[in-house]
């Protein structure tokens, strides 16, 4: 698939997904979200890949928020920079989703990075929530997530004082997994990621599904007991049954039940 403003290729079971707007700090932008989303729903549909990483073009910006340029003038959803389709297409995706964090990670950048399951940032990289500065924030994926990784009280003071930490500040608040030398983040963010490939992909999936399912509410539960659980109930002796019976519209024999 052609895209404007990401990049992706494959790498063995990796997934490359690269923000690719260098020349605005890979700035969000409308057609930006609706790609990320689009392409993360793509890698959802294939087996061939394991691990999704996300990263930003260049050497400067991972990401540094969003634009709303070219938008429609409204309160109404057309009027809203959907980031919101890219953060849900992460959580929905079963696949872990590693941000590879290349320069600054600030406002919805940060958030990005912090949606993502697992960070691993060159010791260059700037992390900073601004909104406040700039009169906007993100009351939702940018709070509670934060608060999980680091605490309620060190995430008030990132919204209110908006401090801009280094990777290895990041790393010692809990706010990002791996810090490693500038010029070595593409090979050890392979690494990683192929590290991760070689773990089982139904397990890891559970595993994701369970954590959403905290702030994903019935959609975090339905993504662990309806597409990880569904598709196995229905290979059992009980579903087997149940089908055949209904199917012959007698009543089902419970002792081919608890198998």
Not at 37 to 53: A, G, H, K, P, S
Not at 57 to 74: L, N, P, Q, V, Y
Not at 175 to 202: M, Q, S, Y
């Amino acid at each position: 698939m052609a895209y404007q403003t990401i990049l992706y290729a494959e790498d063995g079971p990796i997934g490359w997904l690269t923000l690719n707007r260098p020349d605005d700090g890979n700035m969000f932008n409308a057609t930006m979200c609706q790609e990320v989303r689009d392409c993360i729903n793509e890698v959802r549909r294939e087996t061939r890949t394991r691990v999704l990483v996300i990263t930003g073009a260049g050497d400067k910006f991972f990401c540094i928020g969003g634009r709303k340029d070219g938008m429609e003038d409204t309160l109404l959803y057309a009027g809203v920079l959907p980031t919101l389709e890219m953060y849900e297409a992460i959580d929905r995706l079963q696949k872990p989703v590693i941000a590879s964090v290349n320069g600054f990670a600030v406002g919805g950048g940060n958030v990005l990075q912090m949606v993502c399951d697992l960070t691993i940032a060159k010791e260059s990289a700037v992390f900073r929530q601004v909104g406040p500065m700039m009169g906007s924030f993100d009351a939702g994926y940018g709070t509670w997530y934060l608060e999980d990784l680091v605490g309620k009280k060190k995430a008030k003071e990132m919204w209110y004082a908006n401090p801009k930490l280094s990777a290895k500040d990041a790393l010692a608040i809990g706010l990002i997994n791996r810090v490693v030398p500038d010029d070595a983040l593409r090979e050890e963010t392979r690494k990683f990621a192929l590290e991760i490939a070689e773990r089982g992909p139904l397990a890891l999936a559970s595993v994701k599904a369970a954590f959403n399912a905290r702030h994903g509410g019935v959609g975090g539960l339905a993504r662990m007991a309806h597409d990880l659980l569904l598709r196995t109930y229905l290979e059992t002796d009980e579903s087997h049954e149940l089908s055949a019976a209904f199917a012959g519209r007698r009543k089902p024999d419970p002792a081919k039940f608890g198998r």
